[in-house]
């Protein structure tokens, strides 16, 4: 062991903590957690879930090398705190002091890609009558889901150890968090021990961008630690040409002068610049989520190698600009990015950096000076993104009951599956919300661009597409200029469950039909005589059905799967009660004439979609002459982008 990993390790034990019950009596700690900025902790949920899942406000003790200090929980990933069982994605917690305190603070890596290979576990384990802090050997061999890393199967640490720092000693960064160790049956190891890799924090949203805005102004003041050491310093290696490198002291600095300028709007912007940044070359993998400037500045790495320092100055360079166009530029960014060009000695590179310019697509919208509202054509296969919400009925289940299933096409390639539901028994409709609000509202959140949130396909069984959808809400407080509810906020639409795989002929020629005309008109489902199924394939492709009455009882019922037989793509229904087998009310024809109207409006199908949710937010506004569409509902389910068909391999039943 070298004299600057001792270095580095007093550095990370003076940042470990442990936890304990808040009258400080030594006994069983809770866990281990560590510092990751000025008064934030960073721990497993699962550590700080037995203690606070009946009240979250509980004040405990936060301990460790020179600390004793009072703190709360301040947010957990937990869904269901009653749930003994933690996953992977969902056990961090972060914890506040509750009176400022000095502190060391960890190093946390930006790298988006995950971590293998050897590192070292650290976090404090009970030798009554104290805690004692321990380092212990480790390696990564695997990857788990979306944030799991997996510990090789010989190593072990004690019981108290969770909620401690993984450490990468070769680039002196924080990667992940310890989970559980291994554990074993008649005393012989089944598996290593589990961890969750330090890019999940972005799952916090907001938060995060607070927490992490702390940690690089705090290491971008260059802090000295009572041994006189820096995490920084402690990375840096020597360079022949530190001018063809980029150093982790030119991170620090970068980092914390990203930290002051305004968060980035949207997640599509901070992608775009990064993608801008490598001459438009993708980065390997997946891509993570991209809350602030410092994920777009961890994308430019090739494994734990920062690419050329001319990428990184142009991706400062764009931010910058992105920045200044709207009025908020940073000379103190400006200024840097042009002092470290000059330690660059490779002058005819130079204009790569100074010559670049913001995409069009990342310039501020022009003012709006009129009364027109811009609308928002649905994408099509390769046009931008789109979230997909799959709602599987379980089998046999009564009252019913739904498993959930999550998908993100980015409009680059081929959908990919972003979250499953991990439930036994699925969920109740009215349960959905609930469960579906970290999952699917924070994908929508992060995935929304500056004015053109995401669109939303729910896709249901035909007896099920009666759910109100356009009215669930995942904000419970949403702001005054901002509607709350999933139909006012973004394009929403609902899709056939049965529909998976393949499109069969007549759906894909009607909607080629649909989608080449200009001019649409309503079609009264079901018509008389809806009995005969011909009527349905005979419509004409200007035709869309419009119903007055549920789709997932009774005639309505019928009528839908007539209509979906026969290829309709498109249609629009009234969600709200009808009399079952008697005559049409007055309100039905005023229904039917408002759409008729509202259709007319339309100069392309795929400006349906985006019509509709202006209609929902002027009803959000409460302006009553649109009170009419409040019920309505709308298929629009695009072949061109079929659903996922089902698993066929066999699974593992609960």
Known sequence: MSERDDRLFDLVRAATVHLLPADGKDGPLWGSGFFVAPGWVLTAAHVLRPYLAADRTTAFRVRGEGVDVEARLAEWLLSDPRNPKVPLAEDLALVRLTDAYPHECVWLTDRAARHSGALKACGYFPVPPEAHFRIVDAEINGHEDTYGLIIKPDVDFPSGMS??????????????????????????????????????????????????????????????????????????????????????????????????????????????IAKEARSGNQWPGGTPELRTWRDGHGLLYEGTTPLDPLVFLRFLRLVEAHAGARDAGSPLLAGWI???????????????????????????????????????????????????????????????????????????????????DSSVHGYRPDELVQALRVPLGGLLESKDREGHPVPLEVALPAEHLDTAVH???????????????????????????????????????????????????????????????????????????VMCRPAGQGPGRVAMRHALN?????????????????????????????????????????????????????????????????????????????????????????
């Not at 002058?347 to 009129?370: C, I, N, Q, S």
Request: proline share 11%.
């Open 338 to 420: 042009t002092k470290r060009l000059r330690h660059d000695t490779r002058r005819h590179f130079h204009a790569m950096v100074r010559d670049v310019a913001l995409p069009d697509e990342l310039k501020p919208p022009p003012e709006d000076h009129g009364p027109e509202r811009v609308v928002i054509s649905y994408p099509g296969p390769g046009e931008g993104p789109v979230v997909a919400l799959l709602l599987d009925p379980v089998i046999g289940a009564q009252p019913v009951r739904f498993f959930w299933q999550i998908w993100y096409d980015d409009g680059d390639g081929l959908p990919e599956v972003h979250e499953t």
């Open 163 to 272: 909620g401690g720092p993984l450490l990468d000693p070769g680039t002196g960064a924080v990667v992940g968090l310890i989970k559980s160790r291994r554990t074993t049956r008649d005393g012989t190891p089944t598996e290593g021990g589990k961890a969750v890799a330090i890019a999940a924090l972005r799952r916090f949203g907001e938060t995060y961008r607070e927490v992490m805005t702390a940690h690089d102004r705090w290491h971008g003041e260059e802090p000295v630690s009572e041994t006189g050491d820096n995490w920084i310093d402690l990375q840096c290696g020597p360079a022949a040409d530190p001018g063809a490198a980029w150093t982790p002291r030119d991170r620090r600095k970068a980092l914390a002068l990203l930290a002051a300028l305004p968060q980035p709007p949207d997640e599509p912007t901070v992608k775009l």
């Open 471 to 545: 009215r669930w809400r995942f904000a419970d407080i949403a702001a005054l200029y901002d509607p709350g509810h999933l139909g006012a906020r973004r394009r929403l639409v609902l899709r056939a469950l049965e529909r998976r795989g393949d499109p069969d002929n007549l759906w894909f020629d009607r909607w080629q039909g649909m989608a080449a005309g200009h001019r649409f008109q309503g079609w009264r489902m079901p018509p008389p005589g809806a009995a005969d199924p011909s009527g349905y394939r005979g419509t004409g492709r200007d035709r869309i059905p």
């Open 566 to 654: 026969s290829g309709h793509a498109v249609a629009l229904w009234h969600i709200g009660p009808h009399p079952e087998r008697g005559a049409c009310l007055p309100d039905c024809d005023t229904l039917h004439a408002r759409v008729e109207k509202f259709l007319e409006t339309l100069g392309s199908l795929a400006e349906l979609p985006d019509r509709l949710r202006l209609v929902r937010q002027d009803i959000s506004e409460q302006r009553t002459d649109s009170a009419w569409a409040e019920p309505l509902a709308l298929l629009y389910d695009d072949p061109r982008r079929p659903l996922p068909g089902e698993e066929t391999e066999p699974v593992d039943a609960p």
